[in-house]
């Protein structure tokens, strides 16, 4: 099994209608238990707890205009490491993120350190980043040219370009490039990743996260690629890695 891209499917809606009030209703509002006629009186129960209301929409940034220059620095210090110089990754695990469309990498960003999209080390990096300073890294990593592009299976690759540039009709296949452009460069106004600089492995374990989950509580972004992958085989989802890990 793998896991879903973000773990918030459930409770989504309540999170973008964005009042703490609105989370905590959920549970305070279960329907009141009519009373059933019994034979003793029974004691009143103690209601239930409160579920603690979480502070604000965790979603929700505030900042001021994105420095780029802040934005570098904190890259090089924290960053770099791991997603390379300027967000270009030579690591198989590790996405790369120059080019990406700032809207992308703040939402990620901001789910990470609001704990909603698993990820061990970048929960982690992400706690230590204030509103601004994903605002701030968002705005340079889309400014930097590109990352590499890796090397792929030819034959799968192939069969993958077809899908992504012309879709499948007879299947309910749309093609990837109506949306992610045909060069992948995604589109900032749509919310539409660019989807360069990931290796085969890396873009299939992400297309199974997106594939395989339940569903994201009509939030647009995933959802429109869960529906868009939902007639795609296994088999497909290999091939497509492997021809959009060989974009640049
Ligand atoms: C220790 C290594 C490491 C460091 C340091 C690190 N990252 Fe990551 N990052 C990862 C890995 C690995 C992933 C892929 C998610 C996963 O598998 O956990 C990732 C995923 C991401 C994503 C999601 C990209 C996508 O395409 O969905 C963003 C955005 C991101 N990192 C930004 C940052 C920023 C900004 C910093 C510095 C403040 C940073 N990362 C530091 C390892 C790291
Ligand atoms: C209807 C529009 C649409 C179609 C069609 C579509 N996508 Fe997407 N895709 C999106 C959106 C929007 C996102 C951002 C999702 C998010 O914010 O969680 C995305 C995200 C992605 C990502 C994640 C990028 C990352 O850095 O982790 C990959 C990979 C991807 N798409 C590949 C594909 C492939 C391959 C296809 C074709 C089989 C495809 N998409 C078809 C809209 C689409």
Redesign the pocket.
């Known amino acids: 099994m793998t896991t879903s ?1 973000y773990t918030f499917w459930c409770f989504a809606p309540l999170v973008v209608a964005g009042t703490a009030a609105s989370i905590t209703l959920a549970g305070a509002q279960a329907p009141a238990a009519t009373p059933l006629p019994l034979a003793a009186p029974v004691k009143p129960v103690a209601p239930a707890p409160k579920p603690a209301a979480p502070a604000g929409n965790p979603l929700q940034l505030k900042f001021a205009t994105p420095s780029l220059q802040h934005g570098q620095q ?2 090089a ?7 390379g110089a300027g ?1 270009a990754s030579t ?1 198989e ?5 120059a080019g ?1 469309i700032p809207g ?3 939402f ?2 901001t789910v ?1 350190r609001a704990k909603l ?6 929960q ?3 706690a ?2 204030s509103d601004q ?2 605002a701030d ?2 705005a340079y ?1 889309a400014a930097q040219p590109v990352g590499p592009a890796w090397k792929a299976d030819a034959t799968a690759r192939s069969r993958g370009e077809k899908l992504f540039q012309g879709g499948d009709a007879a299947r309910n296949v749309i093609a990837c490039a109506v949306c992610h452009g045909a060069g992948g460069r995604g589109v900032a106004g749509n919310d539409v ?1 660019s ?1 360069t600089n ?1 290796s085969p492995k ?1 873009a299939n ?2 297309l199974h996260e997106f594939r395989d989950s339940p569903g994201f509580g009509g939030l647009i972004a995933p959802e429109a690629m869960r529906i868009a992958l939902h007639p795609l085989t296994d088999q497909d989802l290999l091939d497509v890695s492997a021809y959009i890990s060989s974009m640049k």
Not at 93 to 97: A, F, S, T
Not at 117 to 122: D, L, Q
Request: with cysteine; glycine share 8%; net charge positive.
């Open positions: 891209r904190l890259a210090q924290s960053c770099a490491g791991c997603h967000g690591k695990g590790v996405p790369g993120l990406q992308y990498t703040q990620q960003l990470f999209r698993p990820s061990p080390v970048m982690k990096v992400a230590k980043l300073d994903i890294l968002s990593f990743a989807i990931l890396y374990s992400v």
